[in-house]
């Protein structure tokens, strides 16, 4: 199970090849049900045991099974008279890896917004801001869909959660009119180049381009100073901010269902990510 890498957005033929086959192969429901019930065994599996969990004749057992061994989904091994199948431990990257060739998902991404108002000023947080930021972050808080804070969290604990260097304001017509920051997710070393970014846009400045210039801001800014990984989780609702942040580049990795609760109901994020283009950062994948 080896593909080559997609070149500037285009699927090799070989590699198409390759995916039309595994995805024919799948495309039969039992085959599908079989290579789950393997995998998720964690150990080998008679032919026996799956016909009876799937509750098929062993001769379709032993059909299906074999067409996942001609792919390479599974491998088999005699044990005296019992067939044993394993997963390849290729398909738990070779299948997402494919899908995501398929869909578009390893083409080159986007540095970062390039359509910015002129009249849109970023500029670093200064101390006199903190009353406007706070504001801002009220805002968002009130859209139901920007947080799962309640309340504006204080003066301090931004303070000391926000990367400094990497905290910006939008200013239109001279008021602050939103935000950006990072935090850093972790004390480790090995973790120091990664960060939680955050963009608000206050009430009255929203579909004018503000979030477009905080963000570009900050990815450029992250690039330049080392941050080689970026990630933001968001509600699935907030489909602005969804798009922005896919226009900078970064890649939904998934969805984390029911994470956390909001005003007393479960609510999902979709979790993103980017990575730097700095060719000193690690590689992305």
């Known amino acids: 199970m080896t593909t080559t890498t997609p070149q500037l957005g285009s699927l090799a033929p070989q590699d198409a090849a390759t995916y039309a086959e595994w995805f024919a192969c799948l495309a039969e429901p039992t085959r599908v049900r079989l290579l789950h019930a393997v995998a998720v065994a964690s150990r080998p599996v008679s032919v026996g045991e799956l016909t009876e969990q799937l509750g098929i004749s062993q001769s379709t057992c032993s059909h299906h099974v074999r067409k996942l061994a001609d792919v390479g989904f599974v491998g088999l091994r005699k044990q005296g008279t019992t067939t044993l199948v394993t997963v390849n431990p290729s398909c738990c990257t070779g299948l997402p890896h494919a899908a995501d060739a398929v869909m578009g998902m390893l083409a080159p991404a ?52 926000w990367l400094p260097g990497h905290r910006w304001v939008a200013e239109v017509d001279g008021r602050v009119a939103g935000w950006a920051a990072a935090t850093a997710v972790s004390a480790r070393d090995c973790y120091s180049g990664v960060a939680e970014t955050s963009v608000y846009v206050g009430d009255g400045f929203r579909g004018r381009g503000v979030g477009k210039a905080l963000l570009r801001k900050q990815v450029v800014a992250a690039d330049a100073d080392g941050l080689w990984t970026l990630q933001t989780s968001i509600f699935p609702e907030n489909r602005t901010s969804l798009a922005l942040h896919h226009s900078a580049g970064y890649r939904t990795l998934g969805v984390r269902d029911r994470i956390a609760q909001h005003h007393g109901r479960w609510r999902d994020t979709v979790f993103l990510e980017r990575r730097s283009r700095s060719d000193a950062a690690p590689a992305a994948g």
């Open 110 to 161: 986007p540095c970062c917004p390039s359509d910015v108002p002129d009249d849109v000023v970023v500029r670093d947080l200064r101390a006199d801001d903190w009353a406007a930021v706070r504001r801002v972050y009220a805002e968002g808080i009130a859209t139901g869909d920007a947080t799962f804070e309640t309340e504006v969290p204080s003066r301090a604990s931004l303070d000391a959660r």
